[in-house]
């Protein structure tokens, strides 16, 4: 019986990294797991899903503004500022994402669970970035918003998300050495991108998958 490997993916925005991991999940033959934590989260600890959407990755964390900065006490619910602050939805989630791990292969994308399964040693950790023209373009094809809007948008949502990562992690969201393996989708597309990371993590895990 093969163990379970983990792809978690994080991703600039409009970099196609839900894209790019649909494909992998279906060529696979697993799930990939991004919104749907939210939705298992709250099923979990019996809040609301809006509790959750509070606390998503694409609101960001204010706290940081106050240089209130420190790395997040995973599984411990008892320090939280409140039953619903933003620490206590983020462990939740936490935990949901290991406990996904361990019952089955996945892919993550985004929820800085590169971090929140930094021990797994069948964790696979990749971070896609791409060129800005066919980050708007992949944006306005999607919003169907200007080009310069779609540049306001990528800015806007990489700092969010830069925010959340930084401040749950104690790591640097987008730097090469945070990950395995850091890919420019634009360079191959989104295909060749997903070849590209299946060959990989088959040679980091010795594996055939």
């Not at 918003?145 to 969010?160: I, P, W």
């Amino acid at each position: 019986m093969h163990e379970n490997y983990i792809i978690n993916i994080g991703r600039q925005y409009g970099s196609g990294g839900k894209a790019i991991g649909e494909k992998l999940a279906k060529r696979l033959g697993i799930k990939l797991y991004d919104k749907e934590l939210i939705m298992l989260s709250a099923r979990e600890s019996g809040f609301c899903e809006e509790c959750f959407e509070q606390c998503d990755e694409q609101k960001g964390v204010l706290r940081a503004l106050f240089g209130y900065f420190r790395a997040p006490f995973v599984g411990n619910y008892s320090n939280c500022d409140s039953p619903l602050s933003g620490e206590t939805l983020f462990r939740i989630q936490s935990d949901v994402i290991r406990q996904v791990a361990e019952r089955e292969s996945c892919i993550f994308v985004g929820r800085c669970a590169d971090y929140i399964l930094r021990e797994n040693p069948r964790a696979v950790n990749i971070f896609l970035t791409a060129d800005l023209k066919d980050r708007i373009r992949r944006i306005t094809t999607r919003t169907g918003c200007t080009e310069e809007e779609a540049a306001t948008q990528l800015e806007a949502m990489d700092r969010q998300r830069a925010r959340y990562y930084n401040y749950y992690t104690s790591r640097t969201w987008g730097e090469a050495a945070t990950y395995h393996l850091t890919i420019n989708s634009s360079a191959l597309g989104e295909e060749a991108t997903a070849d590209l990371i299946i060959d990989f993590v088959e040679k980091k895990l010795n594996c055939k998958l």
